[in-house]
């Protein structure tokens, strides 16, 4: 079975630009669950999605928004970037509040 | 508010050492515990789960402890490889399914 899968891997953008990110869960699993992640923060809780509506919501500005698909693939939008919005960004699968499954994750850079 | 907090920071040992690394937490009602390692730039990666009943759990060279009424848990790392070299990231979970994360334990191991 294929893990979560998550493109780009990594990608650079300049101040005031908006970025999407893609994540491919584990065939079956239909909860997806988004994480930034930066150097001695650990990992911060963005949002999930469950079945196609967002379940749970991290505290993060509205200019991060996410959206899941039919098929349980997520999207993640950041607008107008901003500097400290450099991170690795995690997607996370599970098939409902069980164990998650991590995706390799991108490296986005902000200059 | 639940937390989960980690000792120590970073660590280094020499290839061939044990370690073993600390999780108190704070987190109610308590559902389970699970170690994730992450090697840099990369997903974290499920180690062990622990639900409140179980008090040792073991994969490979890596043998967690769970004490729920202290609310601790820590994670030995026997004989350690160069490989082992990651970071280590203890997660809580409550009834809900929410997770709190600590941020994690950088272990180095050098020859």
């Known amino acids: 079975k294929a893990g979560v899968t998550q493109t780009p891997r990594y990608l650079i953008k300049t101040r005031g630009q908006q970025v999407t990110l893609s994540c491919s869960p584990i065939?079956?699993?239909?909860?997806v669950s988004w994480y930034q992640q930066t150097p001695g923060q650990g990992l911060q809780f963005l949002f999930e999605y469950f079945s196609e509506t967002q379940r749970n919501k991290g505290n993060f500005p509205g200019r991060f928004s996410g959206r899941q698909f039919s098929n349980s693939r997520s999207e993640m939008n950041v607008s107008t970037l901003e500097l400290g919005d450099s991170a690795l960004y995690l997607c996370?699968?599970?098939?409902?509040?069980?164990?998650?499954?991590f995706g390799p994750g991108t490296r986005l850079t902000v200059l | 508010k639940n937390q989960v907090e980690q000792s120590p920071q970073s660590l280094i040992i020499l290839e061939g050492k044990n370690c073993t690394l600390q999780c108190n937490y704070t987190v109610s009602p308590f559902s389970n515990l699970r170690w994730y390692k992450q090697d840099t730039g990369r997903g974290p990666v499920s180690l062990t789960i622990?639900?409140?009943?179980?008090n040792t759990k073991s994969n490979g060279r890596y043998t967690a402890t769970l004490d729920a009424d202290t609310k601790q848990s820590s994670l030995h790392i026997t004989a350690s490889q160069l490989s082992d070299s990651a970071s280590y990231i203890c997660?809580?979970?409550?009834?809900?399914?929410?997770?709190?994360f600590g941020t994690g334990t950088r272990l180095q191991v050098t020859l």
């Open positions: 622990m639900t409140f009943s179980e």
């Open positions: 065939s079956g699993h239909r909860s």
């Open positions: 997660v809580v979970s409550d009834s809900a399914g929410k997770l709190t």
């Open positions: 996370a699968s599970s098939w409902d509040t069980d164990e998650q499954f």
